[in-house]
């Protein structure tokens, strides 16, 4: 690396806290509005000790060099403005926005240090209590920026103050200015105006660096809090990572295992055919049995995808989207019509009355309703019912999905919504089903900040009610993805499922 580019690395702060300390005075222009403050009262003390004494022996130019400071100062408030501009312009700082933020500290401080050795030199020199305004500027550099750079401020500081001390004793800067006109001739010790300026100008150095701290500190304090914070939020994303990471190896496995067997079956099938020991009419009805397994493949398959397509695209799609209900629980009655003719179940649809807007994706809604309905039909014996009914209420809309079918087992109530779990009741009467149903119905609810409750009994029927945020109401705050909003009733016994 070269000389200079090492030097410039030497020179700008490192670190994000003093980086941004740093960019925050310049937003918040402390030096400049300090230096406004100074200047008017060192003017206006100037002024008084010309009105009071008899014989003012302060020169001029003091008051010369104050204003100097003044449209210096101006010029500050220019270049910082500019820097405000350029910081605001984006989130992230670009390294040469951070060159030129240090570049401007440095300006400041240097030209300050050198002010403030003029005005030492007509208000009392090495002798002037007002040589702690120096820790000003070394407080600063010592906490914001890099040490070379820090040391540099030093030295100069120094050498400054060396030339004020060495040149009046040798007599090169004369004549010399006490830092009071009343004191002349009299002991410093022993004029009370003297001690009391004494006091007072040390105790705004003193209070002045508290201040500073202070400041920087708070800076830093809510610099380390935002880390902490940002520290508590990766590790719990690492943790739910690690999670959907274990759930969808476990998914992974189980929906091979899944497919595994319908695709043995028509592998067996086929085989029987191709070997000639199914012959006749027991073809053809080898053949429906060979259509039925692909049949239930491609509705694993199908219902895999879609429960994939719900876990990987953004849930926040929901936030901005606005879906009718009425119509979207009409195109899912239509879409079984034939189901229930089939079966000869009644229907019954109880819309909401006037415009039932969810604040759910439209596409996700059907499949979710989709899914329950279909349970529905299936799970119901011939001659059953099943009623669909729309409510709004308390910033929500529920649909409630009722049947007169085998209801749940209370020991597989629990288990209902993960993927490919199926109650023992529905296994036993040999009813064909994938087990993905209801793992749809649940992401697509907690993906909209829903929520679901279930009630069924065995040989009761059951009761899926689904709860959407309507359009325009406050969306329910939740901790994560990993928040369950599934309610579970079972006969009078009720819980939670976390």
């Not at 605001?88 to 401080?109: E, L, W, Y």
């Not at 010790?189 to 920087?216: E, H, K, R, S």
């Not at 606005?322 to 089939?342: C, D, L, P, Y």
């Not at 629990?414 to 040999?430: H, K, Q, S, V, Y």
Request: charged residues 20%; contains cysteine.
């Amino acid at each position: 690396m070269p000389v200079a580019q090492e030097t410039q690395r030497q020179l700008l702060p490192h670190g994000e806290f003093r980086v941004r300390v740093l960019l925050a005075l310049v937003r918040y222009r402390w030096f400049i509005r300090l230096r406004w403050v100074f200047a008017v009262a060192a003017l206006a003390l100037f002024m008084l000790e010309r009105l009071k004494a008899t014989a003012p022996d302060r020169p001029f130019a003091i008051a010369i060099c104050i204003v100097v400071l003044a449209m210096i100062n101006v010029v500050w408030t220019v270049i910082g403005s500019r820097l405000h501009c350029a910081i605001k312009a984006g989130c992230t700082i670009s390294p040469d926005v951070i060159r030129r933020v240090v570049s401007f500290a440095n300006a400041q401080m240097t030209v300050d240090l050198l002010l403030l050795t003029v005005i030492l030199r007509y208000s009392g020199g090495i002798e002037s209590p007002m040589a702690v305004f120096y820790l000003f500027h070394m407080l600063i550099a010592a906490l914001l920026l890099r040490p070379l750079n820090a040391f540099l401020q030093g030295c100069w500081a120094l050498l400054l103050y060396v030339g004020l001390g060495v040149g009046e004793c040798l007599g090169w800067i004369s004549p010399h200015y006490p830092f009071m006109v009343s004191a002349t001739g009299v002991d410093p010790y022993a004029d009370w105006a003297f001690v009391v300026a004494g006091i007072g100008t040390l105790g705004i150095g003193v209070f002045g660096t508290l201040f500073f701290t202070l400041q920087i500190s708070m800076r830093l304090d809510e610099q380390e809090l935002e880390l902490e914070q940002a520290n508590e939020a990766l590790q719990a994303s690492q943790k739910a990572i690690e999670t959907l990471h274990t759930r969808r190896s476990r998914f992974m496995q189980t929906a091979a295992h899944q497919l595994k067997s319908p695709l043995t079956g028509i592998q067996m099938l086929a085989g029987l055919i191709r070997d000639g020991i199914v012959q006749g009419d027991r073809v053809q009805e080898t053949v429906e049995r060979i259509t039925s397994r692909c049949q239930e493949a491609i509705v694993q398959v199908v219902e895999l995808l879609t429960l994939a397509r719900l876990e990987d695209v953004d849930p926040t799609r929901h936030t901005s989207a606005s879906t009718n209900v009425n119509h979207v629980v009409a195109r899912v009655i239509r879409r079984f019509t034939e189901q229930f003719k089939g079966k000869c179940l009644s229907i019954d649809v109880s819309p909401a009355n006037g415009e039932a807007e969810a604040a759910v994706d439209a596409r996700d809604l059907q499949d979710c309703l989709a899914n329950l309905v279909d349970n529905a039909i299936k799970y119901t014996p011939e001659g059953g019912s099943v009623r669909v009914s729309i409510r709004c209420e308390d910033g929500m809309i529920s649909v409630a999905v009722k049947d007169t079918g085998m209801g749940i087992a209370e020991d597989a109530l629990e288990d209902i919504f993960d993927p490919f779990r199926r109650g023992n009741l529905a296994l036993a009467a040999n009813i064909p089903g994938s087990g993905l149903g209801l793992a749809i119905v649940r992401e697509v609810v907690e993906r909209a900040k829903g929520r679901v409750n279930v009630r069924s009994s065995p040989g009761e029927g059951s009761e899926f009610v689904v709860w959407f945020p309507r359009c325009g109401a406050q969306r329910p705050k939740t901790s994560g993805r990993e928040e369950r909003t599934t309610t579970l009733t079972n006969g009078s016994s009720q819980g939670s499922k976390a």
